[in-house]
T-cell receptor, first 113, second 111 residues
């Protein structure tokens, strides 16, 4: 399958700070990437759809001003968690599409103290 | 929007036996149904998928069936092995949207 990378794999930050997570498609171009969030022992919840060169589409209940998404190139999408709070602590996973299949990055474990 | 229900939440089977996980979806426009395997702390891995124009697909010990009329699809794993132990997620998608996932099934293979 296709290779999707994420950076960082793990981040710990203080409450009120902002954290940027990068998602890269390594061996293909992705016009569309997706960001998911997964709380412990729960399923993956779609947060937003990231479209290269245009604004992201957010799912209901996801604050676009808190979770900033930028998809400036065909291989890179970034998610910035602004003014992070402890309740934002979670596993954030991106994915990219090839055809109808989606391939996931390794995820970023965010812990907000 | 789409709603995906998955059962059971936990499934324990003896090594060598078969395991079946079932999912239902609500949006008749959904046309793509993948299954993912996720080990603790790791990314979901695509193990098999099926499109709405196909009723069944098989890949070695893994098979997926789809009933569009009833809006349900199932994952079948035969000759289970210890390395099959993981959490399995079904998902559904229509058009260019992201995936809607089921709540997951924790599959335990008893030696």
């Amino acid at each position: 399958g296709a290779v999707v990378s994420q950076h960082p794999s793990r981040v710990i930050c203080k409450s009120g700070t902002s954290v940027k997570i990068e998602c890269r498609s390594l061996d293909f171009q992705a016009t569309t990437m997706f960001w998911y969030r997964q709380f412990p022992k729960q399923s993956l919840m779609l947060m937003a759809t990231s479209n290269e060169g245009s604004k992201a589409t957010y799912e209901q209940g996801v604050e676009k001003d808190k979770f900033l998404i930028n998809h400036a190139s065909l291989t890179l999408s970034t998610l910035t968690v602004t003014s992070a709070h402890p309740e934002d602590s979670s596993f954030y996973i991106c994915s990219a599409r090839i055809g109808t299949s989606q391939f996931f990055g390794p995820g970023t474990r965010l812990t907000v103290l | 929007g789409e709603n995906v229900e998955q059962h059971p939440s936990t499934l324990s089977v003896q090594e060598g036996d078969s395991a079946v996980i079932k999912c239902t979806y609500s949006d008749s426009a959904s046309n793509y149904f993948p299954w993912y395997k996720q080990e603790l702390g790791k990314r979901p891995q695509l193990i098999i998928d099926i499109r709405s124009n196909v009723g069944e697909k098989k890949d070695q010990r893994i098979a997926v069936t789809l009933n569009k009329t009833a809006k349900h699809f199932s994952l079948h794993i035969t000759e289970t092995q210890p390395e099959d132990s993981a959490v399995y997620f079904c998902a559904a998608r229509g058009g260019a949207d992201g995936l809607t996932f089921g709540k997951g099934t924790h599959l335990i293979i008893q030696p």
